[in-house]
């Protein structure tokens, strides 16, 4: 009776092995990909700053010169107040 008892419980520590270094694998997995993610929303992000940039240059420029197109201006001042409110809420 006494060595069943102490291979049921060899069992449920093996089980027990087996299980935690599951779960640490699955752990691993998630982390990678989190950090993977990050990763591409800091590159995002980058990117979303620099062209909010650019389009502020644009729009200085733009202010500067009396041969613009009005809808072309429109567009670049439209543009750059999306990106301003876009990254105030989002980035910064």
């Given amino acids: 009776m006494a060595i069943q008892i102490e291979e049921i419980n060899i069992r449920n520590e093996n089980d027990y092995l087996e299980m935690a270094d599951h779960f640490k694998n ?3 997995k998630k ?13 995002h992000k980058k990117m979303i700053i620099t062209t909010y940039g650019v389009m502020r240059l644009l729009d ?7 041969n613009i197109p009005f809808d072309v201006q429109g567009v670049v001042e439209l543009l750059r107040g999306y990106l301003s409110d876009y990254t105030e809420k989002h980035i910064l």
């Fill in 31 to 43: 982390d990678k990909m989190i950090e993977s993610l990050e990763q591409e929303i800091l590159e």
């Fill in 60 to 66: 200085e420029y733009f202010d500067t010169q009396g």
């Fill in 26 to 28: 699955v752990l691993e």
